[in-house]
């Protein structure tokens, strides 16, 4: 089967701009972020209540849910998890 595509692959291309590991990464900080409000949503949990059982401030919760706030550590992504009954699991590829 012949393939219709012309050119390098979208990761191709994001590397040779030099961009790929920051795309990336914001990628994952937004997919993590909408995880987390559905989650929060699912169970009926207002940012409030969120930061409460997260033990932190609205604020900093506010950050987490910020699509374009990408300094968000791994300890506060692990407590948004378990605030909602979830887990947060790494993987090396």
């Given amino acids: 089967m012949k393939s219709n595509n012309i050119g390098s692959s979208f990761d191709s291309f994001l590397r040779e701009e030099g961009v790929y590991e920051e795309t990336t990464s ?7 972020a909408r995880q987390i409000e559905a989650a929060m949503r699912e169970n009926q949990f207002t940012k409030a209540e969120m930061a409460r059982r997260m033990h932190t401030s609205r604020a900093a919760l506010d950050r987490l849910l910020d699509p374009d706030y990408d300094a968000i550590t791994l300890s506060t992504l ?3 998890a ?3 009954g979830r ?3 790494l993987e090396l590829v």
Avoid: D, F, G, P
């Fill in 78 to 80: 692990r407590k948004a």
């Fill in 26 to 32: 914001n990628a994952i900080k937004r997919v993590l």
């Fill in 87 to 89: 887990e947060l699991r």
């Fill in 82 to 84: 378990a605030a909602v």
